[in-house]
C-alpha cells in the first residue's frame, strides 16, 4: 500500500511573515504546500491589507528547496458572503486545488506544530489508509499565546481534561465553520503552539476585525482593553475569557522567551505537553461518544 500524500494548506494574509516560523516545521513531512492567496489583498471582511510582495517571493524562494510549494491566488472576499462564509469558501476551494484523496491538512501562519512529523506518522499509523474510512477529523490541542511581554508570553494555561483543540488533517474536505467539518472529531496527542492575540495593538485590532469571525462576538474594544490591561503580575486573576465561549480560555499562565523558538524549549520543561492513551482511547471510540451524547441528551 502506497503512503497517502500528505497535503498542508495556509490562508495567507496579511499576517504572513508569521510563516517563518509555521512552514519550516511542516515543511519536511509533507508532500505539497499550498499558499492561498487572496489576488486582490483582501481579508475576509473586506478589508484591503498592505503586503510586501518582494519579501514575501523572497522568503518562498529561500525555503522552498524541494519545489514543494504551489501560490494559489483568486478571489476569496466576496462583499455578498459574511466572513465566515468567505473564511470556508476559502477553505474548500483550496482542498479543491490540491484535489482528492490522501490526508488534507489545513495550518494557519500563527500555528507551529510541535512535533509535525510524529502527526503525519500517527495519521499514517492509526489510518493507513484514508480513503477508505469513514469520513473523520483528526484533531491537535492548542497552546493558545494572549500576550507577549518584555521577556515571556501570556499563554492559555488549561488543565489537561480540558484541553482547546482544533481539526487540522481531515480525508473529507467540507468544511463547514473554518477547519470545522461535520465528521467525528478524532483528538490527537500532538500539540500546536497558535500566536493568536500574542500581537501588536495595532496587529492584534487588525485580526479581530479581520478574521472569519469578527461577527461572532460582541464589543471587540471591550476585548481590546481587557487585552492591555493584562501583564504579569495581574494574569492569574484573568479566567474564562474567551470571546465565543469562555470556558474554552480557562486560566493564563507565563513562560519565558525572548521570541516563539525560546518559549518553545522553556515550555517544554514547564508545562507537561502529554495526553494519557487510556483517556484518548475513550474520547476517541465513536460507540462511547454516541453513548455519552444519547444519555446527556436525554
Known amino acids: ?100 484523496g490522501g490526508w488534507h491538512i489545513q495550518v494557519d501562519s500563527d500555528e507551529y506544530f510541535l512535533d509535525f512529523e510524529g502527526f503525519v506518522n500517527y495519521l499514517t499509523n492509526h489510518f493507513p489508509d484514508p480513503d477508505t474510512i469513514k469520513p473523520i477529523n483528526v484533531c491537535c490541542n492548542w497552546v493558545s499565546l494572549i500576550k507577549r511581554t518584555e521577556n515571556g508570553f501570556l499563554y492559555v494555561n488549561n488543565s489537561s481534561s480540558q484541553l482547546e483543540t482544533m481539526p487540522f488533517a481531515t480525508n473529507f474536505t467540507v468544511y463547514k465553520n473554518a477547519r470545522r467539518t461535520d465528521s467525528f472529531n478524532h483528538i490527537s496527542p500532538f500539540f500546536v503552539i497558535h500566536e493568536t492575540w500574542a500581537r501588536g495593538e495595532e496587529e492584534l485590532e487588525n485580526k479581530l476585525s479581520s478574521w472569519g469571525h469578527d461577527a461572532d462576538f460582541g464589543n471587540k474594544e471591550s476585548y481590546l482593553k481587557l487585552w492591555k490591561a493584562i501583564d504579569v503580575y495581574n494574569y492569574q486573576y484573568i479566567s474564562n475569557f474567551h470571546p465565543l465561549k469562555s470556558t474554552v480560555w480557562q486560566k493564563l499562565g507565563y513562560c519565558d522567551g525572548k521570541n516563539i523558538e525560546e518559549f518553545i524549549v522553556n515550555l517544554r520543561t514547564k508545562k507537561s505537553l502529554h495526553l494519557d492513551s487510556k483517556s484518548l482511547f475513550w474520547i476517541n471510540n465513536r460507540n462511547w461518544q454516541r453513548l455519552k451524547f444519547f444519555f446527556n441528551k436525554n
Not at 3 to 30: H, Q, T
Not at 33 to 47: A, H, M, P, Q, V
Open 1 to 100: 500500500m502506497n503512503k497517502p500524500k500528505i497535503k498542508v494548506g495556509f490562508c495567507v494574509a496579511y499576517d504572513w511573515e508569521l510563516l517563518k516560523n509555521s512552514i519550516p516545521r511542516v515543511y519536511n513531512a509533507a508532500d505539497t504546500i499550498c499558499l492561498s492567496i487572496d489576488k486582490n489583498r483582501t481579508s475576509w471582511s473586506g478589508k484591503k491589507y498592505d503586503f510586501d510582495e518582494p519579501a514575501f517571493q523572497g522568503f518562498i524562494a529561500q525555503i522552498d528547496t524541494q519545489h514543494k510549494i504551489k501560490i494559489y491566488e483568486d478571489n476569496f472576499s466576496l462583499p455578498d458572503l459574511s466572513s465566515i462564509e468567505n473564511d470556508n469558501r476559502q477553505r474548500n476551494m483550496m482542498a479543491d486545488f490540491l484535489g482528492k
